[in-house]
């Protein structure tokens, strides 16, 4: 399949490409605004835990970073390499922010060039600190300009098509189309939550193999507490998300819930199997809660898949990953909240080792997510690459040799996060906590001015 | 003027800029693992590492503007360099990546793997030879329209003593490029013996690079005449840059204004690469595409010039900061910081 069609190995050079950007990328855009949390606690606290927690994260976060950029390069010439058609049509209404993005990468280069390479000129923490709030805003609009790309896919507005041209081109509308807002929200809060409850995964490990020092717990408990609160962003943004669909893209709402007949008061179904009456057996049906998470009404009606012709069908698999997102997205808050919720009522369980595991998996269910949730919402929009305009198959190259670069990109992503596990190990064992913590003692002015 | 001028204007000033700070950062690539070659690394690689590592993510940023530049007002090109292009730029992206894994890898890497840095050093001459590419087939010759869209014809490409004329120019003028700023560099960090050698380097590769170039000229008067012709109505440019390009050798020589010396190649580089911009106008692809049919909408282009502008304001002074704390700050240069 791979080296005979084209279409499906550009596709699944998307799938690829851009599923490991997503990994950097989350991380990229999250990062900063924990290096700046910490690092402001630092100063506020006059605690310099804080401080050495910004500058150990920092340490991997460049790492991250670079490997986002070469992923991120990669995804953006592949993406008029693989798709040619399409990028000649989007680029007349839809370059705008893609070409905002670019400043976005400058800025947030710039400044994480400087802050990297000037842990020791400033007598003033202060100012050195200031250098990281231009990386976060960087990062952070990158990821709301890439989106909004990504949101006229999935509802294309600003143009008009008058026999067969494209007329009447409003760079701002569709740069501000119907999915931009949810959708932006959405992944920039995940982004957040993600890296928080990395972070926080990082410091129970490091509990749980036997390190005693407090500044674990301080680290633990911060990212525990940022984690909470963008867990419930994070629920809120995606129920807003649903009712997106709901108005917007009925069909991809209506897959991901194996959702066929239209109705009202519709039950939510989790998991199952289907068979091939369109009956769906083994699922867990929550009375009314598709209606609310569609139009926040019991009674609601909502669109079943069978309105829409057969060929315009998502793939009925996303049911799962939509699942999953959902459920892991409910766990975290609950489990976050307990979390918090226990360490202000001193349970003993919520420092037990098991709990402690449960938070060590915490960061990369997140990380699960990410990836079910664009897994869901890409594949659910096939078959269109604009949904109502194009299609995947008119969009892609004829190019016979996609299959082929296919495994020589998975090669080279191997290879690259190989090459970040490794690093990342190398430097947390170059740089042990209790060596930091020596160095980084001693007389420190600034803390207190 | 014409927004489409007005966009290839801009979209060639950042090719401009990529040209000079890419083939500084592709030859001090080179250069570092030809030290460890030849056992001056410890010379060397002190005053490489302190320019390269703040500034590579910049370096990239210029080809993705570049890049999506084009796309955004010149949104036809994603379809003829996008559909014919796969191989080339799939093997460049795959360069891209070592080169930036390897600073982040290297960063805090304990001794730093000679393997890698070898590597490393040799994506420093690939990278521009497959970049250079887009050049050579934008002259036209190269591409045939089929049915399955825009195809590239390897062999032709393979064969033509234009592609590697180009090829070894764009290898050529890298080294050059890299030398020479990193003499400067290095001179003013107080690096004595890294600017001898630096300024050698720079004296060796100043000569193969302007004898290329007058090769291209040569071969593109079989290749493509009109554009060969056009070229000669701008004759003045080039003998401008010709000017400075003996000026700043004349400099290096007598080991001083380094400087200098730097500002006079980039105004070389600069007369030259507009020049052949100039020349080329109006075509983005021999003979299928010019800037008027490739163009995107009046909307487009009017956001986009808009964006443009405000982005500048934003860039400019952040630019100016990265300068003065990694290159105009003698201190940070001479590594007491
Ligand atoms: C840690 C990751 C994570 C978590 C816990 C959740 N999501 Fe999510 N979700 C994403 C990560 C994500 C995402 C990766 O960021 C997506 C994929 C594309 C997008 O726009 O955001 C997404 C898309 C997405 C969409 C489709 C939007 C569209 O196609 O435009 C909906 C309806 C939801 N989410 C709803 C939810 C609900 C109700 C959640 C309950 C808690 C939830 N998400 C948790
Ligand atoms: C970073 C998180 C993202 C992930 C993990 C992701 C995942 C995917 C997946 C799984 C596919 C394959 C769908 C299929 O073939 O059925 C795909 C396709 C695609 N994605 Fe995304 N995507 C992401 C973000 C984006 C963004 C922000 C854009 C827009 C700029 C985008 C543009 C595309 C395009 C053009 C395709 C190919 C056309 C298609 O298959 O529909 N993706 N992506
Ligand atoms: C929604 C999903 C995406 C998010 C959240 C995102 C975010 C980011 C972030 C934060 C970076 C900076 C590097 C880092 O910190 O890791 C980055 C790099 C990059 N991304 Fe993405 N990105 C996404 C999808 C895409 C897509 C679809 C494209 C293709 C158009 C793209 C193109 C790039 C490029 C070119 C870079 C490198 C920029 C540089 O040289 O500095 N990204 N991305």
Same mark, same amino acid.
């Given at each position: ?38 690092? @402001? ?24 970073? &670079? ?15 693989? @798709? #040619? ?16 993005? /670019? ?6 280069? $710039? ?43 999935? &509802? ?8 067969? !041209? ?75 998300? =649903? ?11 209506? &897959? ?30 929550? #009375? ?23 060929? @315009? ?84 190259? !004829? ?20 090459? /970040? ?20 003692? =001693?007389?420190? #002015?600034?803390?207190?001015? | 003027?014409? *927004? ?19 083939? $500084? ?17 410890? /010379? ?6 302190? *320019? ?90 190269? $591409? ?24 070894? %120019? ?14 400067? *560099? ?21 000569? #193969? ?5 007058? =090769? ?19 004759? @003045? ?85 990265? %300068? ?14």
């Amino acid at each position: 399949m791979l080296f005979e069609d084209p279409v499906f190995a550009s596709r699944m050079l998307s799938l690829l490409t851009l599923s490991i950007h997503a990994i950097f990328a989350t991380l990229g855009v999250g990062l900063p605004l924990m290096i700046i949390i910490a690092h @402001w606690l630092g100063i506020k606290k006059n605690d310099e835990h804080y401080l050495l927690m910004a500058r150990r994260w920092a340490r991997g976060f460049v790492v991250l970073v &670079a490997v986002g950029v070469v992923t991120g390069t990669a995804i953006a010439l592949q993406l008029a390499l693989l @798709w #040619p058609n399409f990028m000649e049509m989007a680029g007349h209404v839809i370059a705008l922010p893609l070409f905002m993005e /670019v400043f976005a990468f400058f800025f947030e280069a $710039i400044f994480l060039g400087i802050y990297l390479y000037t842990w020791n000129r400033f007598d003033d923490q202060r100012k050195h600190l200031l250098l990281l709030i231009p990386v976060a805003i960087g990062a952070t609009m990158s990821a709301f300009f890439i989106t909004t790309v990504n949101g006229f896919m999935n &509802a294309p507005t600003g143009f008009q098509i008058i026999g067969g !041209q494209m007329t009447g081109v409003s760079p701002i509308e569709a740069m501000f189309n119907p999915a931009t807002p949810t959708k932006a929200a959405h992944v920039i809060s995940t982004a957040f939550m993600t890296s928080a409850f990395v972070l926080a995964a990082l410091a129970a490990y490091r509990l749980l193999k036997g390190a005693q020092h407090v500044y674990y717990k301080k680290a633990l408990h911060l990212m525990m507490v940022v984690g909470l609160i963008f867990a419930i962003a994070t629920a809120v943004i995606g129920d807003f998300a =649903g009712k997106y669909l709901a108005k917007h893209q009925p069909e991809k709402l209506a &897959a991901a819930e194996w959702h066929f007949e239209t109705m009202e008061g519709a039950p939510l179904v989790l998991f199952g199997i289907l068979d091939d009456e369109q009956n769906v057996r083994f699922g867990l049906e929550i #009375p009314y809660a598709l209606s609310i998470l569609a139009h926040n009404h019991p009674q609601a009606e909502v669109i079943g898949l069978n309105e829409f012709p057969q060929e @315009w069908h998502p793939p009925l698999f996303i049911h799962y990953l939509f699942d999953l997102m959902v459920i892991i997205g409910v766990w975290l808050v609950l489990f976050s909240f307990v979390y918090w919720w226990g360490m202000r009522r001193k349970w003993t369980i919520v420092t037990s080792r098991w709990f402690r595991r449960l938070i060590v998996a915490s960061g990369p269910l997140a990380m699960l997510a990410i990836q079910a949730g664009w897994w869901m919402t890409e594949f659910g929009r096939q078959p269109w690459i604009l949904r109502g305009v194009m299609t995947v198959e008119e969009a892609a190259t !004829q190019s016979p040799y996609v299959g082929h670069l296919f495994f020589f990109f998975l090669a080279l992503y191997l290879i690259l996060v190989i090459g /970040v596990v490794v690093v990342l190990r190398n430097i947390n064992q170059r740089f042990p906590l209790e060596q930091d913590l020596a160095h980084e003692g =001693g007389e420190r #002015p600034w803390i207190t001015k | 003027m014409d *927004y489409e001028v007005i966009g290839m204007t801009v979209l060639w000033t950042f090719l401009f800029g990529y040209v000079i700070v890419a083939s $500084i950062d592709f030859g001090a690539g080179f250069f570092n693992a030809y030290s460890l070659w030849t056992g001056q690394h410890q /010379v060397l690689s002190n005053v490489i590492q302190r *320019y390269l590592s703040p500034v590579w993510e910049v370096t990239n940023v210029f080809l993705i503007f570049f890049f999506v530049g084009m796309i955004g007002f010149f949104p036809s090109t994603a379809y003829y360099y996008g559909s014919a292009l796969l191989i080339p730029l799939s093997i460049s992206i795959i360069l891209l990546a070592i080169r930036g894994s390897y600073y982040a890898f290297e960063t805090y890497g304990s001794k730093g793997h000679r393997g890698y840095a070898f590597l490393y050093g040799a994506t420093g001459l690939v990278l521009p030879a497959s970049l250079s590419v887009v050049f050579t087939i934008s002259e036209g010759g190269f $591409i045939q329209l089929t049915e399955r869209g825009p195809v590239l014809d390897y062999w032709t490409l393979f064969t033509s003593p234009l592609s590697w004329s180009i090829v070894v %120019l764009a290898v050529a003028a890298v080294l050059y490029i890299s030398a020479v700023f990193l003499t400067w *560099y290095a001179d003013r960090g107080g690096h004595s013996q890294a600017t001898a050698l630096f300024r050698r380097y720079a004296l060796i590769w100043a000569l #193969p690079t302007i004898v290329t170039a007058m =090769g291209i000229v040569y071969e593109l008067r079989n290749h493509n005449p009109d554009h060969f012709a056009s070229l000669l109505n701008l004759w @003045w440019m080039f003998a401008i840059s010709l000017l400075f390009f003996v000026a700043s050798v004349w400099l290096i020589w007598q080991k001083k204004y380094y400087g200098t010396a730097f500002l006079l190649l980039v105004g070389q580089f600069a007369f030259a690469f507009y020049a052949y911009g100039i020349s080329k106008y109006p075509y983005l692809l021999y003979p299928y595409l010019t800037v008027y049919d490739g163009a995107t909408n009046e909307a487009m282009a009017i956001a986009l010039i808009v964006a443009f502008v405000a982005g500048l304001c934003l860039l400019v002074p952040s630019l100016y900061l990265l %300068l003065r704390f990694f290159v105009l700050d003698d201190q940070y240069v001479a590594g007491k910081k």
